[in-house]
């Protein structure tokens, strides 16, 4: 099972975002994080814990190991305004997190 | 340029059965993984299926019961998903996906979504 916090995240352009995602049990690096935005497919932005997907800003970084990863994305810009999942494929069914909603104000 | 489109999803009856189809173009269908995931609002996204490059390996969400089927087509260069008995939990928008650098779970590419009501 993953857990993700905050929920909701309300920060100003510019700002520094921090997601945190929690795995029940050690997923080792295998964890991403998407993007979702209305209306459209998730689309992958960091994979294996730390590496960037093609064609996403140098903004975006991820970190962590086991049980614990955390996505930060540097300086928010109006187009990050998303909610963002994590998933595990280190266990078959692989999973997403419920998602933090980063709304830019 | 690499696309995935679904097609196929519809209003059903509870008991019915759909097929959803995924067609890809932009890449070979057999070196990727091709995946299956839903999302409603009621359980967020899951992983319905996956099958591996050649077709000869298929893991499903252990919750299905046999209830769905993935399969690939090279001639048409399509991924199926066969539904049964469906319920009204199975309604959800369901994408197909892409497992990235010979993975199942990294999904790189996604397709636009089909979606699928179960409902009389």
């Known amino acids: 099972v993953l857990t993700q916090s905050p929920a909701t995240l309300s920060l100003s352009p510019g700002a520094r975002a921090t997601l945190s995602c929690r795995a029940s049990?050690?997923?080792?690096?295998?964890l991403a994080w998407y993007q979702q935005k209305p209306g459209q497919a998730p689309r992958l932005v960091i994979y294996?814990?730390?590496n960037r997907a093609t064609g996403i800003p140098a903004r975006f970084s991820g970190s962590g190991s086991g049980t614990d990863f955390t996505l930060t994305i540097s300086s928010l810009e109006p187009e990050d305004s998303a909610v963002y999942y994590c998933?595990?494929?280190?266990?078959?069914?692989?999973?997403f997190g419920p998602g933090t909603k980063v709304d830019i104000k | 340029e690499v696309h995935l489109v679904e097609s196929g999803g519809d209003l059903v009856q509870p008991g019915g059965s759909l097929r959803l189809s995924c067609a890809v173009s932009?890449?070979?269908?057999?070196?990727?993984?091709l995946n299956w995931i839903r999302q409603s609002p009621g359980k967020g996204l899951e992983t319905v299926a996956t099958?591996?490059?050649?077709?000869?390996?298929?893991y499903y969400l252990d919750s299905l019961k046999g209830r769905f089927t993935v399969s690939k087509d090279t001639a048409t260069n399509s991924v199926t998903l066969r539904m049964n008995s469906l319920r009204a939990e199975d309604t959800a928008i369901y994408y197909c996906?892409?497992?990235?650098?010979?993975?199942?779970?990294?999904?790189?590419?996604w397709g636009q979504g089909a979606l699928v009501t179960v409902s009389s």
């Open positions: 099958i591996n490059e050649d077709g000869s390996k298929t």
């Open positions: 998933h595990q494929r280190s266990d078959w069914p692989h999973t």
């Open positions: 294996d814990a730390s």
């Open positions: 049990q050690s997923v080792s690096g295998f």
């Open positions: 996906a892409r497992g990235a650098y010979g993975t199942t779970g990294v999904l790189d590419y």
């Open positions: 932009g890449f070979t269908l057999t070196n990727f993984w």
